[in-house]
């Protein structure tokens, strides 16, 4: 019966055969191939190489810079098969409103991994990302977002999204330079607010917004889960029936349930 090690062995056959015939290519395939089986941490070893491998890929850019000095716990919750399944989701309802979105806000914006989702299908001239985390907007402005940081088109917002100043013509908060310490006030009149971390707070920056009546009647677009257990989940909804009572909208463009691996996930789409 075939062995592993007989796999291995024929592996040695190839290379051994793709350097006699001067295929390089496929010499030094096989030859990292045999590498990564015989590491002692073969997942390790495969993460490793898909990273140093894939080159024209924008998030596999961003991890493999942001895996060079910082731990991987996040970057493994936050773009798992089910996180990128989400925020797939989420972009490719908005996308069907047919909407050209200027101004986004995306709240609990973790490391700002959504702009790498959003911007291959809908445009958009700046985005703020505002999370609580300092070290997760960092992340965002010199890594994830770093193409962007210019004139600060993608700018993440060190900021409690239940604790914002609002105004009918828009937020208003600090921009920081996380670098230099150095802060502006800056005005921000959204047509789109994101949330996908509804999950992880309460729903006071949704009234804050639904009762202002904002100038630009910006779409909200929600998404929250099922996962009641989790992690820091103080927010959860059954349904999509159930969020749309947390959350009442004066116009809803979409609801929906996505099943994922063990949870689900429910979106909204609406205006407040
Ligand atoms: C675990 S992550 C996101 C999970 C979510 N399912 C997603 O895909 O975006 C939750 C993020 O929300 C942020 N967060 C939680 N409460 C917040 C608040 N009140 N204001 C701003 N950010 C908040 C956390 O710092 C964290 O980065």
Redesign the pocket.
């Known amino acids: 019966m075939e062995s592993k090690s007989d796999n291995v062995e024929l592996l040695f056959g190839l290379e051994t055969y793709t350097e006699f015939t001067n295929n390089e290519d496929s010499r030094r395939f096989i030859h990292d191939m045999i590498n990564v089986l015989r590491s002692e941490n073969v997942e390790q070893a495969v993460f490793e190489y898909c990273l140093r491998m894939i080159r024209d890929d924008e998030l596999t850019n961003s991890v493999r810079s942001y895996v060079k000095d910082n731990d991987i716990q996040p970057i493994k919750?936050?773009l798992s098969r089910s996180?990128m399944r989400?925020?797939i989701w989420l972009i490719q309802e908005l996308a069907k409103l047919g909407i050209k979105f200027e101004n986004v806000v995306i709240?609990?914006?973790?490391f700002g991994q959504?702009v790498s989702v959003y911007n291959k299908i809908l445009s958009f001239e700046k985005i703020r990302i505002?999370?609580?985390?300092k070290s997760?907007c960092a992340a965002s402005d010199y890594t994830f977002n770093l193409k962007y940081l210019d004139n600060y088109k993608v700018k993440a917002i060190c900021?409690?999204?239940?604790n914002l100043t609002l105004h009918k013509n828009g937020y208003e908060w600090k921009v920081e330079n996380f670098k230099e310490g150095t802060k502006f006030n800056e005005k921000f009149l959204p047509d789109l607010v994101i949330n996908?971390?509804a999950?992880?707070?309460t729903e006071e920056w949704f009234h804050q917004l639904r009762f202002k009546n904002l100038e630009s009647n910006p779409i909200v677009a929600i998404?929250s889960?099922n996962m009641f257990d989790g992690d820091?989940h103080i927010n959860c909804v059954y349904s999509a029936d159930h969020m749309k009572k947390k959350f009442p909208m004066k116009e809803v463009l979409f609801e929906g349930e996505l099943q994922l691996k063990g949870y689900k996930r429910v979106m909204l789409i609406g205006r407040p």
């Open positions: 919750d936050g996180q989400s925020k709240m609990g914006g973790w959504l505002l999370d609580l985390e997760f900021a409690d999204v239940n996908t971390s999950e992880h707070m998404q889960n820091g």
